[in-house]
């Protein structure tokens, strides 16, 4: 494991790639928390809230089939280096939501947001296998399955601290955006 650990934190893409997986933990975390307070109170939509609030990860989750069936082609038009690089910035994608567009506009953020995140996970994990020997692909495999199951432990619970905090439902419904 001591092995997995220092190839992973000497091989720059590797650590790369651990620490950006521990940030985009942060965004699905905003995303997760947030996009419910969002859909509640927000938008106001009442008993439909949750249903609607469901139908944006279908969006996503569409999105992100739709990037994978179209990475490889998308990689030999613009690089995996350019395609990593569109992926990262996926979720400048949902931007816009603090204008409060109609949800239709909504699900199609968050149909791009998932074809981005698809892009990115599909160059990241390219990189992953061709900067890691095949003697130390288990290892830094778990180093980085390690990263993406502890760091939304804290920043799913440092999202739901810091909304709980701000009061975002009381501060969207006295001061729209």
Same mark, same amino acid.
């Given at each position: #494991?001591?092995?997995?650990?220092?190839?992973? $934190?000497?091989?720059?893409?590797?650590?790369?790639?651990?620490?950006?997986?521990?940030l985009w933990s942060l965004i699905f975390g905003v995303l997760s928390i947030t996009m419910v307070v969002y859909f509640e109170e927000t938008l106001d939509l009442g008993d439909r809230a949750d249903f @609607?609030?469901?139908? @944006?990860?279908?969006? #996503?989750?569409c999105g992100a089939v739709?990037? +994978?069936?179209t990475a490889s082609r998308l990689e030999r038009r613009i690089s995996r280096a350019n395609m990593l690089f569109a992926g990262y910035l996926g979720p400048l994608i949902m931007v816009p939501?603090? *204008?409060?567009?109609?949800?239709?506009?909504?699900?199609? @953020? +968050?149909?791009?947001?998932? !074809?981005?995140? /698809? $892009? /990115? *996970?599909?160059? #990241?994990q390219a990189y992953m296998a061709e900067w890691t020997a095949n003697e130390m692909r288990g290892r830094v495999y778990a180093i980085w399955g390690? *990263?993406?199951? =502890?760091?939304? !432990? !804290?920043?799913?619970?440092?999202?739901? $601290?810091?909304?709980?905090? !701000?009061?975002? =439902? /009381?501060?969207?419904?006295?001061?729209?955006?």
């Open positions: #494991m001591r092995q997995g650990f220092h190839t992973s $934190w000497t091989t720059p893409i590797l650590r790369g790639v651990c620490i950006t997986e521990g @609607l609030y469901g139908l @944006l990860a279908v969006s #996503m989750s739709v990037g +994978a069936l939501a603090v *204008v409060q567009p109609p949800v239709p506009v909504l699900y199609l @953020l +968050a149909f791009a947001f998932g !074809l981005a995140d /698809a $892009w /990115a *996970v599909i160059a #990241m390690g *990263v993406i199951a =502890a760091s939304p !432990l !804290l920043s799913f619970a440092a999202i739901g $601290w810091v909304t709980d905090l !701000l009061d975002l =439902a /009381a501060i969207h419904h006295h001061h729209p955006v």
